[in-house]
């Protein structure tokens, strides 16, 4: 029963963390955009291409930290070789 516990808590913690990671990435990657737009107005179209594509792929490895976690959560394959293990 506590593995099942142990694996609830890292799915927490992948979802959790990749969470506070993307924010992280997006919140300096948006400053640095708006200063470098700040900086040279007339890049700024090129610029925002590039952020979103870059913004695009921090969710993208967030969205797939999640997609593991929550298979682990429902169909772990773990589980099965823990529960031949000898007790």
């Given amino acids: 029963m506590e593995v099942i516990s142990f694996v609830a808590l890292a799915a927490g913690?992948?979802?959790?963390?990749?969470?506070?990671?993307?924010?992280?990435?997006?919140?300096?990657?948006?400053?640095k955009y708006l200063e470098s737009a700040a900086r040279q107005p007339e890049l700024m179209g090129e610029l925002q291409t590039k952020m979103f594509l870059l913004a695009g792929l921090i969710d993208a490895a967030f969205i797939i930290g999640t997609g593991i976690a929550l298979w682990f959560a429902t169909a772990n394959p773990f589980l099965g070789q823990i529960a031949n293990l000898p007790k």
């Fill in 13 to 31: 913690l992948i979802i959790g963390l990749g969470a506070v990671g993307a924010c992280i990435g997006i919140g300096i990657m948006g400053s």
